[in-house]
């Protein structure tokens, strides 16, 4: 199991690997990326990471080198690479056959300055493949690092404890065996294999020649309903359990909440199966750990361990690993790096709903794709070049015949797309998943094939006919609208201030040089925070990685409204804090940028100067306020904000019926969601970001209990709370010691 540590390396090359988002353990690399590019002084250096993909993705944003190519030459670029490597002298254990790959189509200069860079940082790079590369690839991937030495010092190998990794084969073997008639008896325990059948395993059909199919998962879906029996199952947050992190470190799950109904869980299902007697989950946790807590008496370690949340010492140390030349050089003989012909689809992971596994979740539904910006739908990433040479419009449906099946799907023309590669998310599509994920979107797993996310024989037919897709952003100007384009080009270095690290260290100030910065005059005294607390937050923008964390976070502590599909094409849904993503440069090889937005809780704020109840009021302590029981709903103060980042309820979404089936707050179980501390905000009400005022006060509260100041990092907000690479800081601005004080300070 490796284990990548990007805060080690100087250097990164991603391989189709998202490792900041959709890649495992994407936490973990997202703080460890953020720690190696993290800037607060013009003395700091920075990471530099490269990345080759055929679609963009959050890494592929954050890149600062990034080549794109069609994802059926990738396995070349990666044979190219170890060929210009061993031109600089790096051994590089695998077939010398890998040297007279086929390699065109691939950017030889590209790759000359990378393999340069890699070799000047030897030992202090890092290379990365993701998970739908093939077996070939990683192991190329783990030679090249062996080569450049990189392996025990940025890189580290675990045994994996505890685990059984499934395999396709095991999945091919049971459905042979169903249809042969050897299973009587078949258990489904949580999956839902009906739902993500690909095209060359009718599962489906196999399934039902069993005598006994029994499905046990905590709620029905398209595999249960075709089942004889479904056992309800429990929510994780409901039992006892426990797991094995990535470094094997050993930690109990406790349940949050008894559970709400009568469920059971996977233990308790699977002892009561092989014992024929029942005992709890609970019982049988305490029963495992007796094992491992020896040393101290149990009891008094089962209870630090549930005290701390894991058993400290327990994880593993790196393995000392060395590459076998005999097992790469069999597997890479007969390697088949791919075609550059015809038009290929390749298939994606949501970043809403997983597999389809989320895909009842309305919170993440309606959240939109980090780089699609689409909102409660599925589409066909295609470049503008290649959707003009199949004849294909912006969110046109379009049929797709692939391995002998059907599917149609809209058009999204996406910059710096790979030409003639097409990309869908998998993920939506369900018939029995609830009533929030039911017919949104469309199933495309029947396109694939189950050993590989990638299909060559594709036939791409256009319908003549358009579809709604809600988008939150438009990006539509990049393409053939010259002028539309340029107005934006224009306008982003204004909006989204960069420059190279050179740059920074030659002139520190240069955020202000780039837009006149006219001095504020305000109509009245201003208020002079010189004692008490005055609230602030920061954002780091160059270690954002717009992955919509602090989105959804957001969403969860304030009770924010899920408003539907049509209302988002509207442009009324009602995040209060927002990811905007920019392009810039070429549309056929733009720059990506994300800019988190929220309230700004501006001094002089243009919306307290326009609101005829004063329904937003600026506080003691640097807060714009919103007084709900005021608020007329005018919007005076949305048409006045120059960032806006109001939001006006355009329905009484905890109470109209057209929201029953999407909104949480109308469903009695769901209700359970929102927070007692948040008051649920009715029709005609504007709404925006408090800066979590609730946690604010509760702070205060504590600490005046105390009989202290309010200490720094004891009040977070939920979105600073939640950044998996500490990009938002919030505090006391007031507090010299303050981390938001430190960084109000910085030049950028």
Known sequence: QPINHFDKAEVILSIDSDFLYLESNDIVNSRRFADGRRVTTENDSMNRLYCVE??????????????????????????????????????????????????????????????????????????????????????????????????????????????????????????????????????????NPVYSNSADTDF???????????????SENETSALCNWHLPGIHYLETWGDVRSFDNTLSVIQPMIAPLFKGKSQAELFNTLLTAEFISDYDLVRETWKSLLVSQGFDKQ????????????????????????????????????????????????????????????????????????????????????????????????????????????????????AHNSITMTLGYGRTSGGRISNNVG?????????????????????????????????????????????????????IVRESTLDE??????????VVEQPELSSLWKEKEYTEGYQWGMSIDLNVCTGCNACSIACQSENNIPVVGKDQVEKGREMSWIRLDRYFSGD????????????????????????CPVTATVHDDEGLNAMVY?????????????????????????????????????????????????????????????????????????????????????VVQTACSSACPTNAITFGDINDANSSVREQAMDER
Request: contains cysteine; charged residues 20%.
């Open 629 to 713: 029981n005021r608020c007329a709903g005018t919007r005076y103060c949305a048409n006045n904000c120059p960032y806006k980042v109001r939001r006006f309820n355009w329905f009484n979404y905890v109470g109209d019926s057209k929201f029953t089936d999407i909104n949480p707050a109308q469903d009695d179980l769901a209700r359970m969601v929102l927070n007692p501390d948040v008051v649920v905000r009715s029709r005609g009400v504007m709404e925006k970001c408090s800066l979590c005022v609730q946690r604010v006060q509760a702070g205060k509260l504590d600490a005046k209990k105390k009989g202290e100041p309010v200490a720094d990092g």
């Open 302 to 417: 089962w209870q630090q361990v549930l005290h701390d949340g894991y058993l400290a010492g327990s994880d593993s140390h790196p393995e000392e690993t060395s590459i076998n030349k005999r097992s790469i050089t069999a597997g890479l003989n007969n390697f088949n790096p791919g075609t550059t012909k015809g038009i290929e689809v390749v298939f994606a992971k949501s970043s809403a709903t997983f597999d389809g596994r989320f895909a009842n979740n309305g919170w993440l539904m309606e959240n939109p794709d980090p780089v699609t910006k689409v909102s409660w739908d599925n589409v066909a990433s295609i470049s503008e070049k290649t959707a003009t040479k199949l004849g294909l419009k912006n969110k046109e449906l379009a049929e797709f015949s692939i391995n002998g099946q059907k599917a149609t799907v809209p058009i999204w023309i996406m910059p710096g797309h």
């Open 204 to 218: 489906t059909s196999a399934m039902k020649l069993a005598k006994n199919v029994i499905h046990y998962g905590v």
């Open 587 to 610: 549309v056929e090889n733009p720059e990506m940028v994300f800019q988190p937005i929220a309230c700004q809780h501006c001094e002089m704020a243009p919306c307290e100067q326009v």
């Open 442 to 494: 469309v199933n495309v797993n029947r396109l694939k094939t189950s050993d590989s996310y990638l299909s060559s024989d594709v036939s791409v037919t256009g319908t003549g006919r358009s579809f709604l897709i809600a988008c939150t952003q438009d990006h539509h100007g990049m393409g053939s609208e010259k002028l539309v384009a340029d107005q934006i080009q224009k306008r982003l270095p204004m």
């Open 54 to 191: 055929n679609s963009f993705s959050v890494t592929g944003g954050m890149a600062d080198h990034r080549l794109i190519i069609p994802y059926n030459r990738i396995a070349a670029f990666t044979a190219a690479l170890i060929t210009e490597l061993r031109k600089s002298g790096i051994s590089i254990s695998t077939p010398d056959a890998i040297d007279q790959i086929d390699v065109s189509g691939i950017d030889t200069k590209w790759v000359r300055i990378l393999s340069n860079d890699l070799v000047f940082n030897k030992g202090k790079s890092l290379v990365i493949a993701g998970y739908r590369q093939s077996a070939e690839v990683h192991a190329m991937v783990y030679a090249i690092n062996d080569g450049l030495q990189n392996n025990g010092k940025t890189i580290y190998y675990h045994q994996p404890e505890d685990r059984l990794y499934p395999r396709k084969s095991e999945f091919k073997s049971l459905v042979k065996n169903l249809e042969s008639g050897k299973i009587n008896t078949l258990i489904l325990s949580d999956i």
């Open 504 to 513: 920074y260290r030659s002139n520190p100030d240069f955020v202000n040089d």
